[in-house]
């Protein structure tokens, strides 16, 4: 059974940083792009950043970009987040997703159960 | 970077059936894919590709695609379809591989 247990969310101060952790189970690891899908508080889902399988091809949204690295250990089968200068708007539930690549395109197939991030002073 | 569209909100009748769309110009590209998501729940994958449902998907739920809209219908819903539903979709709109959601439809079953 794939599953994705996210960890490592709380309360931080703007500026702050945090690390968010998602640990793999269940399937090859190695095998799969890993996404950071994040929800705010009464909104709408988020893509925040993308690595590819090898960590060769890493992608963030605009909104994030310069402030989190994404980051996998396929030893561990774990998947990181490193969120710095946090701000008040990056508060929210951070998902880990596996990537679906299928015959015409890509998907969000498995969900971890989210971790809530939550800045303010 | 790309925008999916899709209604606020859209109410059914138990065991009627509902269409829910998703507009936007990365869906000319890419296929949308459909994700249900409850209360206080993660979101799940209920339909992906052409028309493509993962396992344990009931069959009521089917996708479709013209131009730039991309479709989700549920025929014959039931009280436990009640849920936001987002569409999303690659965007390779700012020179790079992204993922970009659409703004959720809450489906209310009457």
């Known amino acids: 059974e794939v599953q994705l247990v996210e960890s490592g969310g709380g309360l931080v101060k703007p500026g702050g940083s945090l690390r968010l952790s998602c640990a793999a189970s269940?399937?090859?690891?190695?095998?799969?792009?890993m996404n950071w899908v994040r929800q705010a508080p009464g909104k709408g889902l988020e893509w925040v950043s993308s690595?590819?399988?090898?960590?060769?091809?890493?992608y963030y949204a605009d909104s994030v970009k310069g402030r989190f690295t994404i980051s996998r250990d396929n030893a561990k089968n774990s998947l990181y987040l490193q969120m710095n200068s946090l701000r008040a708007e990056d508060t929210a539930v951070y998902y880990c997703?596996?990537?679906?690549?299928?015959?015409?395109?890509?998907?969000?197939?498995?969900w971890g159960q989210g971790t809530l991030v939550t800045v303010s002073s | 970077s790309s925008e999916l569209t899709q209604d606020p909100a859209v109410s059914v009748a138990l065991g009627q059936t509902v269409r829910i769309t998703c507009q936007g110009d990365?869906?000319?590209?890419?296929?949308a894919s459909w994700y249900q998501q409850k209360p206080g729940q993660a979101p799940v994958l209920v339909i992906y590709?052409?028309?493509n449902r993962p396992s344990g998907i009931p069959d009521r739920f089917s996708g479709s695609s013209s131009g730039n809209t991309a479709s989700l219908t549920i025929t014959g819903a039931q009280a436990e379809d009640e849920a936001d539903y987002y569409c999303?979709?690659?965007?390779?709109?700012?020179?790079?591989?992204?993922?970009?959601f659409g703004t959720g439809t809450k489906v209310t079953v009457l």
């Open positions: 997703a596996r990537d679906l690549r299928y015959s015409s395109g890509w998907s969000l197939d498995y």
């Open positions: 269940g399937f090859t690891f190695s095998s799969y792009s």
């Open positions: 690595i590819s399988s090898s960590s060769s091809y890493i």
């Open positions: 990365s869906l000319r590209s890419y296929y």
């Open positions: 590709g052409k028309n």
């Open positions: 999303n979709s690659r965007d390779s709109s700012g020179n790079h591989l992204n993922y970009v």
